[in-house]
């Protein structure tokens, strides 16, 4: 390449769109600079679905690498989409008007067959070991672009249009000072490939929709399988810290779930945590962005490569013919014209996974499709060609499937091919690998209770949830623990999944002495408590009456409340009929709302569906007896305080400081119980800390009882 080169257009990116776009106008006539910066013509893309929607199909086949594809082994895919309404099994008919299927092929193949294409295509000169320092012209129109090569040398290119091909985080778009529109992204993801592994499917997909979490096995080329989850973000800090036990458990008791123990597994657990939702304006005057640098939605959906493809199209079909014209005017009106073409094909389906990359749950139009999908078959195709995203949801075939759906559902009464998780499913997300979920009966109630470590160890760390809370409040804290120590979490009666009998005393004397029955029953001598909101007055008060079992405690935004008087919610809980109508009229989103309050860093909203799914009749009326029965929480406090503190117990404190129910100025005066209490305020936590901000507890939490977990047996009665 000479300096001053020019070119009808520089693309900068050689990737799936950037070598799309460049084929497509130099099949035209125009002559292309395709630059990258990776000096390696072999490199390619790992994080990534390698799913390719049937919607790029034509696109691929315009292009030639169908054939090569498959050539290469890649596969045709297919679908299998369980829900809890049953499986769907789209299979277009003969009459299916849109491409009936997409590739799954690795990226280790696509992307250098691409890159050669590009390479051999006249009129493209592949780039390679170049990075785009600046744009000419600027901040004016684009007119070029400002190369650095791998020796430090510059050079400059001319170009009448530059176009960005460079990704989420397009080096170009900061260039330009062209700014994304950026949602949140909710969840993470990790994948691991295995060979010779089996699927009942054969080679079609299979979509596990566990709601809100996904799973897939994505048939791969050279018989690999590749396995990939997406979970909401509240399960990241310890699904994570043991990923190879927790990626595997996930798969166990999924409905078809493909046996692990048949297969091998090849690679590295890959992941990523961070995924937010980027969408750019497609084009302005001179400058184009295509794939990812125009529009990055959640890699959940597997529409990444396909719309890399189709939007590489799509602005080399309205910009090839302008380029012959000459006049930068003519440049620009196609450049606008691809920008309202990607908009109008992209916008609704970008603002649609974004919404629910929140980690939301289904929706009920989502709902409505996948519980008529199952039964009918026109449904299914609908359902096929909108998730393939051959039709948009402001398209008439939408609104027809929408229809059809609503029919079946209110005529068709027959079933559908329903299969249950099992196992670590079987009653919701699933723990960590390390956790045990079981149900035990103390007394006449039946809680579910989370274990891990030693079961037959005499020395425990309980956590004991608040209102509204359940076990799987401590999933992170108890797989800290587990390496080290027994720990137990019990649903306490009236919360979460435990029974909820209209007679049990819902009094904090009530739940000391469940508290204490379940203790003996499960064999626990010596207790380090960790408490939490109302947990701390139960814990607490089972402390006083038994001292001599009480080895530490820890205590997180709860404790011996001394000197406080009821938040606002608990005045309105102890008011006849007022908290009636409070609980009665509190909406999923009115929940969501009001947590906002004092929780600087947001609550995972996986969390606080959570917490809102749990709350029903029985844990209302728990509620609203146990604030009832307890009239002054401050001679509760000051009870407890006089009784535990000739002890002197170790104890740690943690305390959100924003936390708007129990003001962070008790945490200090926990000492009053504890004396040599330590005390540690987290200043962008709220009233869950552990939710918010579960690594940060973790860091204080573990070590504290990593020291006193045995240390404390000899420990005197005073």
């Known amino acids: 390449m000479d300096d001053g080169a020019r070119y009808d257009v520089a693309v900068v990116g050689a990737s799936l769109a950037g070598c799309t776009a460049a084929v497509l106008l130099a099949r035209q006539g125009a002559r292309v600079a395709l630059v990258e910066r990776r000096g390696e013509p072999g490199f390619y893309k790992t994080m990534c679905t390698h799913f390719i929607q049937a919607s790029a199909t034509p696109t691929i086949e315009r292009l030639g690498v169908a054939e090569k594809i498959e050539a290469a082994g890649g596969v045709r895919n297919g679908l299998e989409v369980w829900s809890r309404y049953g499986w769907l099994r789209p299979v277009p008919g003969p009459d299916y008007p849109h491409p009936k299927y997409g590739y799954d092929i690795r990226r280790e193949k696509l992307d250098p067959m691409l890159r050669d294409l590009a390479a051999a295509t006249p009129g493209v000169d592949l780039l390679l070991g170049h990075t785009a320092t600046g744009l000419l012209g600027y901040p004016g129109r684009p007119s070029g672009v400002r190369l650095s090569s791998r020796d430090r040398s510059e050079r400059e290119i001319a170009a009448r249009a530059v176009v960005a091909a460079d990704g989420r985080d397009s080096h170009v778009a900061r260039m330009a000072g062209v700014r994304a529109r950026v949602k949140r992204h909710d969840r993470f993801g990790y994948y691991a490939y295995y060979r010779d592994l089996p699927l009942v499917s054969g080679d079609r997909t299979l979509f596990w929709f566990l709601d809100p979490d996904i799973a897939y096995a994505f048939p791969q080329d050279d018989g690999l399988t590749l396995l990939a989850t997406f979970q909401t973000k509240d399960r990241a800090s310890w699904f994570k810290r043991d990923l190879e036990a927790n990626f595997e458990a996930y798969f ?319 005045r309105i809980w102890r008011t006849p009929i007022a908290g009636e109508l409070f609980q009665a009229t509190t909406t999923r989103s009115g929940l969501r709302f009001a947590l906002r309050h004092g929780n600087p860093r947001g609550l995972p909203r996986a969390f606080v569906d959570r917490m809102y799914d749990d709350t029903d009749a029985g844990t209302k009326r728990a509620i609203l007896r146990l604030y009832r029965a307890t009239g002054d929480p401050a001679a509760v406090g000051r009870r407890h305080a006089d009784a535990l503190r000739p002890f002197d117990r170790p104890a740690l404190v943690v305390w959100g400081a924003h936390d708007p129910y129990i003001p962070v100025a008790q945490a200090e005066r926990q000492r009053e119980a504890f004396p040599s209490a330590d005390v540690a305020i987290l200043d962008d936590s709220g009233h869950w800390p552990f939710a918010d901000d579960p690594d940060g507890v973790g860091r204080l939490v573990e070590p504290f009882l990593r020291h006193t977990v045995g240390a404390t047996a000899d420990v005197a009665v005073a």
């Open 252 to 570: 166990r008791g999924l409905p078809n779930a493909p046996d692990l123990a048949r297969g091998t597994r090849t690679s590295k657990i890959l992941g990523k945590l961070e995924m937010p939702n980027t969408m750019r304006p497609a084009a302005g005057p001179g400058l184009a962005f295509v794939g990812d640098a125009a529009m990055a939605a959640d890699p959940l959906w597997g529409v990444g490569c396909g719309f890399a493809f189709q939007s590489g199209e799509w602005l080399a079909e309205e910009l090839g013919g302008a380029l012959a014209d000459g006049s930068e005017t003519v440049v620009d009106a196609a450049l606008e014209r691809y920008r309202k073409r990607h908009r109008r094909a992209l916008l609704g389906h970008y603002l649609l996974t974004s919404d629910y990359a929140t980690g939301r749950r289904l929706n009920g139009f989502e709902k409505l499709l996948f519980s008529a999908g199952v039964k009918d078959k026109t449904v299914g195709e609908g359902f096929h060609a909108f998730g393939s995203r051959s039709i948009r949801a402001t398209d008439p075939e939408f609104a027809r499937t929408i229809a059809r759906a609503i029919k079946v559902t209110a005529t068709r009464r027959d079933g559908a091919d329903v299969e249950r998780p099992t196992g670590p499913h079987a009653a919701g997300p699933p723990p960590p690998a390390a956790v045990a979920r079981s149900r035990v009966t103390v007394g006449e109630v039946t809680v579910p209770l989370s274990s891990t470590g030693p079961h037959d160890a005499t020395e425990a760390v309980v956590f004991v949830h608040g209102n509204p809370g359940s076990s799987r409040d401590w999933d992170d804290l108890l797989s800290r623990v587990g390496p080290f120590a027994r720990a137990l979490a019990l649903d306490m009666p009236g919360f979460g999944k435990a029974s909820k009998p209209a007679d049990f005393d819902y009094t904090v004397q009530g739940y000391a002495r469940f508290l204490a029955t379940a203790l003996e029953q499960l064999g626990v001598q010596r207790a380090h408590l960790v408490l939490h909101d109302f947990g701390g007055p139960w814990g607490l008060e089972w402390a006083t009456r038994n001292p001599d079992r009480l080895a530490s405690a820890v205590l997180i935004n709860t404790g011996a409340l001394i000197d406080y008087h009821w938040h606002y919610l608990a």
